[in-house]
Structures are given as C-alpha cells and as structure tokens.
C-alpha cells in the first residue's frame, strides 16, 4: 500500500500513522478504489501526507481536503 511505504521515511507517531492510514483507506473508499495499484491511490497518500505536516490533525478534515486537492467532489 502507497502510504504504508510513504510512511516509514517520515517523522510521524505511531498513533499519527494509525490515523492516517485510516484516512488513506476512507480517501479510498470515497473514490471507489480497491485496486491499490492504481497510480492514484499514490498521488492520495501523498496529499493526505503533506495536509498532516501542515499539523492538520482531525481525520475527517484531513480526508475532505485531500479529496478536495485530488478534484473529487462527492
């Protein structure tokens, strides 16, 4: 998975990784991808990984922005 790999490079919490790695998978869910191989699912971990060095911590606000970011618009 993209932000498991993205994650181990970073300065993050262990709880900090739990948490974004549920707002990686919610991410996901909102945009319809199971195939983890997609370049998307990438660009997604990417964006929810620099919105949480902003110090965003809020899971919902992290997942609406990169969502956002990405152009999708539920």
């Not at 997609?38 to 922005?65: H, N």
């Amino acid at each position: 998975m993209a932000i498991y790999r993205m994650l181990q490079g970073a300065a993050f919490a262990p709880e900090d990784v739990e948490r974004l790695t549920a707002v990686y998978e919610a991410a996901l869910l909102a945009l319809r991808l199971s195939n983890r191989t997609d370049p998307v699912t990438e660009i997604v971990a990417k964006r929810i990984i620099e919105i949480a060095q902003t110090g965003m911590r809020d899971p919902a606000m992290i997942c609406a922005a990169a969502l956002k970011e990405i152009g999708h618009h539920p």
